[in-house]
């Protein structure tokens, strides 16, 4: 069993939708809790980031970590054919830089 | 322009022919990485370096070798490329003490052993 689990999609949205998008983990020592974005033939790019439990809201976006059930969300609201990439969920613990990713869910917004 | 350049972006070679990825950043970060992307498996580390002359192991360092002799470079060695190693690989750094972990990633090089 992968340490972080991502469904991989594709997720197929019309323009406007709400997107939910989701990881599951089982290392209990993760404290950091960040979404990357990525466009095909790019790097991936932070998106946002939360620390511990709670909710995180950045415009369209908000991010929301339940360590009780070792569960993340990425929300999107008001979706837009630029939303269009692969999301990557990524954590880590306390110690150190290590980052340990999820697959990616590739997302499509069709306008 | 802050960035991490890789090069080469694409790569076709043939098995057990030694080559080098470069990997350069302008933004003075002590902590650099590779990764190798694969369909459905994500992100997985290779090789990180926290400061030059450190290098340590990811969770697949089979195969590959780094080094660490100047703070902005971070080359990715493969001295005897197999199959298995076609992937797409990713370059990143980042400030050591930085909270939210942001790691700046390169552009990507897309390798093809035959």
């Known amino acids: 069993q992968k340490e972080v689990e991502q469904d991989p999609g594709p997720l197929s949205v019309p323009e406007g939708a709400i997107v939910s998008l989701n990881c599951t983990y089982s290392n209990s020592a993760f404290q950091y809790f960040m979404w990357y974005r990525q466009y095909s033939r790019k790097g991936p790019e932070l998106l946002m980031y939360t620390y511990s439990s709670g909710n995180k809201e950045d415009g369209r976006f908000t991010a929301q970590v339940d360590k009780s059930s070792k569960y993340i969300s990425l929300f999107i609201r008001d979706s837009q054919p630029s939303d269009s990439a692969t999301y990557l969920c990524a954590m880590r613990g306390n110690a150190g830089n290590m980052l340990t990713f999820g697959g990616g869910t590739r997302l499509m917004v069709k306008p | 322009e802050a960035q991490v350049t890789q090069n080469p972006r694409y790569l076709i070679t043939v098995t057990g022919k030694k080559l080098t990825v470069t990997c350069s950043q302008n933004?003075?970060?002590?902590?650099m990485s590779w990764y190798r992307q694969d369909p459905g498996l994500g992100l997985r580390q290779i090789y990180y370096?926290?400061?030059?002359?450190?290098?340590d192991k990811g969770d697949v360092p089979e195969g590959y070798k780094v080094s660490r002799k100047e703070k902005r470079n971070f080359p990715l060695i493969l001295e005897s490329p197999s199959p298995n190693q076609t992937s797409l690989y990713f370059c990143?750094?980042?400030?050591?003490?930085?909270?939210?972990?942001?790691?700046?990633f390169g552009p990507g090089t897309r390798l093809t052993v035959l």
């Open positions: 370096s926290m400061n030059v002359e450190v290098t």
């Open positions: 933004m003075n970060h002590e902590y």
């Open positions: 990143a750094s980042s400030e050591m003490r930085l909270a939210n972990n942001e790691q700046f």
